[in-house]
């Protein structure tokens, strides 16, 4: 089918697009040596090469239009060029100035693809890269070196992300540009994405209504994947991990090629750990969680367009630490036998641009089956559900010129959630959740130093549910709802660069998000506590300002930022103090109007007289509370880290040889909501050491690190851990390989 539609495209565009484009050019540093290996890429075609040993490159069949294209290499800034293409051969000669501090990136959440500079909406990129980001068996604690990015966890297999003090239904995950859709509104379900085949994360931090609708209003967190291999060559990666804490071991094995058209990838992994180990040394019962995942993808690109085809599996079995669990868990173990929870997800994407004169094309799909099962006693499937979710969307980019940009585009999706097989808990009913919207975006520059983004947005959004139970069973019965949910949303922003070091960004952003499924009918017990929904709940209204300041030299930067989050009806799940019958607590779905703000900073500087030496830290504070007084529940409380990183060319048998030390500090949380108990602070201290090792032709990655090296005993505000009481994970061992290999023609 996929050819048939690139034959069909192809044929169609021949006379826009039959003349031939190439990029040529030189790469070399500020000494006019050429630079080998650096990576020249293409986002918008998801194309790319590396420069020879003269630093020569070559990309062909280009589109004829205007393109980004990021050079880059390994202690060196990056460079960021836009080009033309009109037909014919173009000649671009690349120098890169040595740099310890790594500057913009392309992004690609913003809307356009553009630099992190030029985005009126400050996104962060964090780069999955062994060098900067710790070893660890729980992936959404990576994310929370992120200032402003925090985690809601149940140990090591169940994190949910929080983004200035919102979480869970109030931001929005993307795979790839794809709503990841995997009953994301529960703090007790997984992230649901590993680490590997992931390239970076881009992190919204505030509203993003405008361009992603509901359940954005308080920042998206998108999973970009991974590059295809350089034109012309095939190569992959194998990756073992081993954990201390959980006996842990990841496996995970990838390879890719590229041709000058065709590009494809297959990666497959699995992940095993043990109950965990909290401070001080006791494990925690049923602790324990496997995950077995695949991921394929296959595409095309030439100078009509390019076309992407993913496919996404992952299989989650989750340990339940709840009071049942543990009174039967006596040993540790790895193997998930009772109270458990199961997911399997599956996403298949197609992702297409096409290129019509002047004109710029987005037309993408995607469909996403969630299974849930949740296991009591062995062999007892308490709730089994299904989650189906098609999503479209199709964007048009108009002509640009130097100062100017226009986007229109459409949205939807579909959604059905299904109980099944008849299982003891009908937490959610059966129910068909449809959402369409419009929008419009404008960037235009000022005086070249003023930019300017704006647009607006209208959703409409319907939820129908069937009734569960018979209208005669007053205990069980749940009435059928029909909700139709119509708004609009919108921001404007600015970035001015008062000089090329220094620029400030504002930004304002009206949004909304919509009541969802679970908290508009929610009766059941969900592992340790009775929720309730509330079917009268109205949409939150969010009106957020942001301001932020970005410096840089060749050897710091500084960013500080602050925002004030305003939230008319902020809907959040809080305990009432009530118990069931059985003496499970009881949590209810409210409303009220309510205010979050607080700020991040962060300093990264490396010293001119001491090389090899960078030092980081990073400050970030929220407070949420009610228009009553009464604080917000799940509020992270304020957080500063330090890092201490030495890098090494060589040293000894190492090559690229690392060292780090990470300090991070929680201070005390005494905000608490009503039936929320306050938090002591703690410190932790990390350690990781790591390098290059050749044997033979093929360097190997080692790395070593210790996570918690005093065994610290304490407990994250955010973990619900603290409900069953429980540390946090103590001290923990791990080591790292990673084995590269390829056939490059």
């Not at 959004?461 to 569960?468: G, L, N, V």
Request: net charge neutral; charged share 20%.
């Amino acid at each position: 089918m996929i050819r048939i539609i690139i034959i069909s495209v192809m044929i169609l565009s021949y006379p826009i697009s039959n003349a031939q484009n190439k990029i040529i050019g030189k790469i070399t540093d500020q000494d006019n040596l050429p630079l080998m290996g650096a990576s020249i890429f293409v986002p918008d075609m998801n194309k790319g090469t590396v420069s020879n040993s003269q630093g020569m490159y070559e990309l062909s069949n280009l589109p004829n239009a205007k393109i980004k294209i990021q050079f880059s290499t390994v202690g060196f800034t990056y460079r960021i060029e836009t080009v033309e293409l009109n037909g014919r051969s173009l000649e671009l000669n690349i120098v890169l100035t040595q740099s310890a501090i790594e500057m913009e990136e392309i992004v690609v959440s913003g809307g356009y693809n553009s630099t992190q500079h030029e985005n009126a909406v400050k996104i962060d990129i964090l780069k999955l890269d062994p060098l900067t980001i710790m070893n660890t068996p729980n992936f959404a604690q990576i994310l929370t070196k992120v200032p402003g990015v925090d985690m809601i966890s149940k140990g090591n297999g169940v994190s949910k992300p929080v983004i200035r003090g919102l979480s869970m239904n109030d931001i929005l995950v993307l795979n790839n540009g794809v709503r990841f859709e995997n009953y994301q509104y529960s703090s007790h379900h997984p992230l649901g994405i590993d680490e590997f085949g992931i390239e970076s994360v881009e992190i919204i931090k505030g509203p993003a209504s405008l361009i992603y609708g509901s359940d954005a209003i308080g920042g998206v967190i998108n999973f970009i994947k991974e590059k295809p291999a350089p034109m012309g060559s095939i190569i992959g990666d194998y990756n073992m991990q081993l954990f201390s804490n959980t006996l842990g071991m990841t496996n995970n094995l990838g390879v890719k090629g590229a041709s000058n058209t065709f590009f494809g990838g297959l990666r497959v992994g699995q992940k095993t750990n043990s109950d965990f180990l909290q401070g001080g040394g006791a494990f925690v019962p049923n602790s324990r969680f496997n995950e077995l995942s695949m991921k394929a993808n296959a595409g095309f690109t030439d100078k009509i367009g390019t076309f992407k085809l993913f496919y996404d599996f992952n299989n989650q079995k989750l340990g339940l630490v709840e009071d049942e669990a543990v009174e039967q868990t006596t040993e540790r173990g790895r193997k998930n036998e009772i109270f458990y929870q199961e997911f399997n997800t599956h996403l298949f994407t197609s992702q297409n641009k096409l290129y019509l004169g002047n004109f710029k094309l987005d037309i993408n799909s995607a469909y996403q089956h969630t299974e849930l099962i949740h296991f009591g006693d062995a062999g007892v499937n308490e709730i089994q559900m299904k989650l189906a979710t098609l999503t479209y969307d199709a964007k048009l980019h108009f002509p640009s010129t130097n100062n100017s940009e226009y986007i229109i585009g459409v949205q939807g999706f579909n959604q059905t959630n299904t109980n099944l097989n008849d299982r003891e808990t009908i937490l959610l009913p059966d129910a068909i959740t449809n959402n369409y919207s419009a929008f419009g975006l404008l960037q235009h520059t000022f005086f070249t130093k003023l930019k300017i983004q704006t647009g607006v947005r209208f959703d409409n959004k319907s939820i129908s549910t069937r009734a569960i139970c018979l209208a005669t069973d007053l205990l069980t019965y749940r009435a059928p709802l029909n909700k139709l949910y119509d708004s609009f949303s919108g921001s404007l922003g600015a970035t001015y660069n008062l000089s090329d070091e220094m620029f400030f960004r504002a930004n304002f952003a009206a949004a909304y998000r919509t009541p969802n499924l679970a908290e508009l009918t929610s009766n059941g017990p969900h592992e340790l506590r009775y929720e309730i929904g509330n079917q009268h709940l109205v949409p939150a209204n969010s009106y957020e300002t942001d301001f932020s300041l970005h410096y840089h030299k060749d050897n710091f930067t500084f960013d500080i930022a602050g925002f004030h989050n305003l939230i008319h009806n902020f809907i959040y799940i809080s305990p009432t103090g009530e118990t069931t019958a059985s003496g499970m607590d009881i949590y209810k779905y409210k409303q009220a109007n309510s205010a979050l703000y607080g700020g991040e900073a962060g300093l990264h500087l490396h010293p001119n007289t001491i090389k090899w030496l960078h030092f980081e830290t990073t400050f970030s504070a929220v407070i949420g509370k009610q228009q009553n007084g009464n604080f917000l529940p799940f509020v992270p409380a304020h957080k500063l880290r330090f890092e201490l990183r030495g890098e090494k060319e060589k040293l000894m048998f190492l090559k690229k040889a690392y060292a780090a030390v990470n300090v991070g500090t929680a201070f005390n949380q005494n905000n608490a909501a009503p039936d929320e108990t306050t938090t002591a602070g703690y410190t932790v201290v990390d350690l990781k050491i790591g390098g290059n090792i050749k044997m033979k032709n093929q360097y190997v990655s080692l790395s070593l690190s210790v996570n918690n090296i005093f065994d610290t005993k304490y407990i994250d505000h955010l973990s619900t851990l603290k409900e069953v009481n429980f540390y946090n994970p103590g001290r923990n061992t791990s080591i790292n390989m990673r084995i590269p290999f390829g056939i490059t023609k």
